[in-house]
């Protein structure tokens, strides 16, 4: 109970401290409880926060901010107009196919298992087949019925959706357009003296600007890579797999050898075991390899190195507080934590933020 005393006493009794944890309660409050309902907003700031450094770079070319703003805006929107009506209705419509499928990829499953006693008799039996087979067709049954649930959930989400498709674009231009005034409300706001919350910041900005940056091109350029692959290899639901490949860069270490599965899955129903198969797999790892040992290194080079358990920590933690934007911002977050505990004071005496002094030789 003393050590507790001592450490509140210690950390609570600078006002600097105070400040940072009224801040950090007051954002964890929003985004815990408001989350739901600013989505649209989140989703808005952080797009707004990709594009913003396209924006200071055409300004340094010489353009006035405004014009820079009209440019890179006009350029989002037509990304934004090709993926709602090119690539979300092409994978809308691969995963539809799949689906329908599904009941022909269950049945050569069910044949390849009966198959197996007979090839391995010393390693399975029949009553294991058979029990397998039963399992699988439970889980196919579940799994329609989700699907079920899910088509219709999304008939009553389609306002939301509407929602988003509205709202987002036109708070990313007002939020690019008044950068400045915005973030001078909010600095207004904040106690003048808060040099622990700027020393906070400052570590961790440059860290999640080159993360969520770097995340967004090494999506667009894994994704339309495998895309291209898989369409030079005839494998079928190519934009499907390319966009789940994609998106599989956002947890690391898993992400990969999770998607391998249904790659392997679609390769084996189309080209059974050949060299088909092998080229479609062999492809992929090339591809995994190159995203690993090359384009990461060179999108993430400025940002601070972080272990593997903790990189997996934070995704665990917050993507199941905050789903798809909690596995995005992961790392990131982890970066701002990281700042904040090294900001903080610590059992060491003196304080942590100056120089040693040199030893007298």
């Given amino acids: 109970m003393e ?7 210690r950390s609570f009794s600078d006002p600097q401290v105070v400040i940072l944890g009224v801040v950090l309660l007051a954002f964890f409050a929003v985004v815990l409880g408001l989350g739901a309902w600013l989505a649209p907003m989140f989703a808005s700031i ?3 926060y990709l594009l913003e450094a396209v924006v200071g770079r055409l300004q340094r070319l010489g353009l006035p901010r405004m014009l820079a703003v009209i440019i890179v805006f006009l350029l989002f929107m037509t990304l934004f107009v090709f993926l709602l009506f090119g690539l979300i209705p092409l994978v809308s419509r691969q995963l539809t196919q799949l689906v329908q499928q599904m009941p022909n990829y269950i049945s ?9 006693p007979a090839a391995y008799p010393d390693l399975i039996s029949v009553t294991q087949v058979e029990g397998m087979i039963g399992q699988l067709g439970e889980e196919a049954a579940n799994l329609g019925q989700r699907l079920l649930g899910w ?5 009553a989400s389609l306002i939301a959706l509407v929602v988003y498709l509205v709202l987002v674009p036109v708070l990313v231009f007002f939020l690019l357009k008044d950068k400045a005034q915005i973030i001078g409300w909010v600095t207004n706001r904040l106690p ?11 570590e961790s900005e440059v860290q999640i600007a080159n993360y969520v940056r770097g995340k967004a091109v090494e999506i667009i350029i894994v994704g339309a890579v495998t895309y291209i692959t898989f369409m030079v290899l005839g494998l079928q639901y190519a934009a499907l797999l390319a966009t789940l490949v994609g998106f599989s860069v956002l947890i690391p ?6 998607v391998t599965v249904p790659i392997a899955l679609v390769a084996y129903f189309q080209f059974g075991w050949g060299w088909d198969f092998g080229q479609v797999m062999i492809a992929y790892a090339i591809i995994q390899a190159l995203d690993g040992n090359l384009l990461v290194p060179l999108l993430f080079s400025e940002v601070v190195n972080l272990h593997p358990v903790a990189i997996i920590l934070a995704i665990l933690v917050f993507g199941g507080l905050w789903g798809f934007w909690g596995i995005f911002f992961a790392i990131p977050l982890a970066t701002f934590v990281k700042a904040v505990i090294n900001a903080w004071p610590s059992n060491v ?3 942590a933020g100056t120089e040693p002094e040199p030893e007298s030789s």
């Avoid at 050590?3 to 006493?9: E, P």
């Avoid at 088509?151 to 008939?155: D, H, K, T």
């Fill in 192 to 202: 003048e003296e808060r040099s622990l919350v700027n020393r906070v910041w400052s």
């Fill in 46 to 48: 952080v797009i707004a």
């Fill in 151 to 155: 088509s219709l959930a999304s008939v």
């Fill in 349 to 351: 005496k003196g304080d």
């Fill in 253 to 258: 270490y898993v992400g990969a050898a999770v």
């Fill in 108 to 116: 050569q499953g069910q044949e390849l298992l009966k198959g197996l």
């Fill in 3 to 9: 050590l507790l005393r001592d450490w509140f006493k």
